[in-house]
């Protein structure tokens, strides 16, 4: 009698396991009952530069519910039990544009999506420094320099330039491919400037980036520290006085009442003076230092040396030009 009841048994725990499996979902937060009002909203987050590496730490808020999470190790979010409501995501990272994504549901009850961080602009250094270039028979030239380093792993800069808030004044610096700089320098007389002398001194420059995306991302900026109006006073060789082919470049102490370096430059006619060629050069030579002999023998020709003093925050004064020539 047992032996036939055992059969049936079985029969029925099947069906009623095939019943479990069929019964409906009646549990309000499950996402895959049909009545429930509740979805799922999740995704992964990887760099905008390929190859793609998914981002963590990335703050994400689903703005609708004012929900926030943070995206794993492998830049994968998840949202659950949300009205599946259209709205926003908002994505936060440090080094990264902040972001955003429409979300619409379209009826369904879970939402899965990849999206790509863009990363921000890197100012790596910056100098603004002014530079006073004396002359024979005129006024001082008066300039001011920028030399910006600024780097994007995406490689989406479109355009560098400058601003002046406080002058409302703005300009754009040039990419320099030989040192890997933006740079760009003006007469501060001139437009955009149309200031005298030391009227630039304490004005922050601040160093604005736009992508190619059209995206502005204001980086910081520096000021112009000092104009250094006093002038270095060479003493030989000058007047297109022949020397010897190694000479001892010469001048007058230089006192501007703050620490400083020299430059000297020595430069070679060619053809005429108009277009001269950078013969030598020597940088950093001591404040104290009085003169400094060439050790590069001159080539037969025609000559002019300069000296620059140029102070902690690269500001710099020129000399006016003084002649020479070998033999």
Same mark, same amino acid.
């Given at each position: 009698? @047992?032996?036939?009841?055992?059969?049936?048994?079985?029969?029925?725990?099947?069906?009623?396991?095939?019943?479990?499996?069929?019964?409906?979902?009646?549990?309000?937060?499950?996402?895959?009952?049909?009545?429930?009002?509740?979805?799922?909203?999740? +995704?992964?987050?990887?760099?905008?530069?390929?190859?793609?590496?998914?981002?963590?730490?990335?703050?994400?808020?689903?703005? /609708?519910? !004012?929900?926030?999470? =943070?995206?794993?190790?492998? +830049?994968?979010?998840?949202?659950?039990?949300?009205?599946?409501?259209?709205?926003?995501?908002?994505?936060? !990272?440090?080094?990264?544009?902040?972001?955003?994504?429409?979300?619409?549901?379209?009826?369904?009850?879970?939402?899965?999506?990849?999206?790509?961080? /863009?990363?921000?602009?890197?100012?790596?250094?910056?100098?603004?420094?002014?530079?006073?270039?004396?002359?024979?028979? &005129?006024?001082?030239?008066?300039?001011?320099?920028?030399?910006?380093?600024?780097?994007?792993?995406? +490689?989406?800069?479109?355009?560098?330039?400058?601003?002046?808030?406080?002058?409302?004044?703005?300009?754009?610096?040039?990419?320099?491919?030989?040192?890997?700089?933006?740079? /760009?320098?003006?007469?501060?007389?001139?437009?955009?400037?149309?200031?005298?002398?030391?009227?630039?001194?304490?004005?922050?420059?601040?160093?604005?980036?736009?992508?190619?995306?059209?995206?502005?991302?204001?980086?910081?900026?520096?000021?112009?520290?000092?104009?250094?109006?006093?002038?270095?006073?060479?003493?030989?060789?000058?007047?297109?006085?022949?020397?010897?082919? @190694?000479?001892?470049?010469?001048?007058?102490?230089?006192?501007?009442?703050?620490?400083?370096?020299?430059?000297?430059?020595?430069? !070679? !006619?060619?053809?005429?003076?108009?277009?001269?060629?950078?013969?030598?050069?020597?940088? /950093?030579?001591?404040?104290?230092? =009085?003169?400094? &002999?060439?050790?590069?023998?001159?080539?037969?020709?025609?000559?002019?040396?300069?000296?620059?003093?140029?102070?902690?925050?690269?500001?710099?004064?020129?000399?006016?030009?003084?002649?020479?020539?070998?033999?």
């Amino acid at each position: 009698m @047992m032996k036939n009841r055992f059969p049936l048994l079985l029969i029925a725990a099947a069906l009623l396991w095939l019943a479990a499996c069929e019964a409906p979902r009646n549990n309000a937060l499950d996402p895959n009952n049909p009545q429930s009002p509740y979805a799922v909203l999740e +995704g992964r987050l990887q760099t905008f530069s390929i190859p793609r590496q998914n981002l963590a730490g990335v703050l994400v808020w689903w703005r /609708n519910a !004012k929900l926030q999470t =943070t995206s794993g190790s492998d +830049g994968r979010f998840r949202f659950e039990n949300i009205h599946p409501a259209d709205g926003w995501l908002v994505f936060e !990272k440090p080094g990264y544009h902040c972001d955003s994504l429409q979300v619409a549901w379209g009826g369904v009850k879970k939402v899965s999506l990849e999206h790509f961080l /863009n990363a921000a602009p890197l100012l790596e250094g910056l100098e603004v420094y002014s530079s006073v270039i004396n002359q024979h028979g &005129t006024p001082p030239d008066f300039q001011v320099a920028l030399e910006a380093q600024v780097s994007d792993p995406d +490689g989406d800069i479109d355009t560098v330039f400058w601003e002046i808030p406080d002058l409302q004044i703005t300009g754009f610096l040039k990419f320099d491919v030989d040192n890997n700089l933006y740079t /760009n320098s003006y007469k501060t007389a001139l437009a955009p400037f149309n200031l005298d002398n030391e009227a630039i001194v304490g004005h922050g420059f601040d160093i604005v980036v736009k992508d190619k995306f059209g995206r502005r991302t204001r980086l910081g900026g520096k000021p112009v520290q000092r104009v250094i109006k006093q002038e270095i006073t060479t003493l030989a060789p000058l007047g297109g006085v022949s020397v010897p082919s @190694m000479p001892t470049l010469q001048w007058q102490k230089f006192i501007p009442g703050f620490s400083h370096t020299y430059r000297l430059e020595v430069f !070679k !006619k060619i053809d005429d003076f108009s277009n001269p060629e950078l013969f030598w050069q020597r940088d /950093n030579i001591d404040q104290d230092s =009085t003169h400094y &002999t060439i050790e590069t023998e001159l080539d037969t020709a025609e000559y002019f040396w300069t000296i620059w003093g140029i102070d902690e925050f690269l500001n710099r004064t020129r000399s006016k030009p003084a002649s020479f020539k070998f033999p």
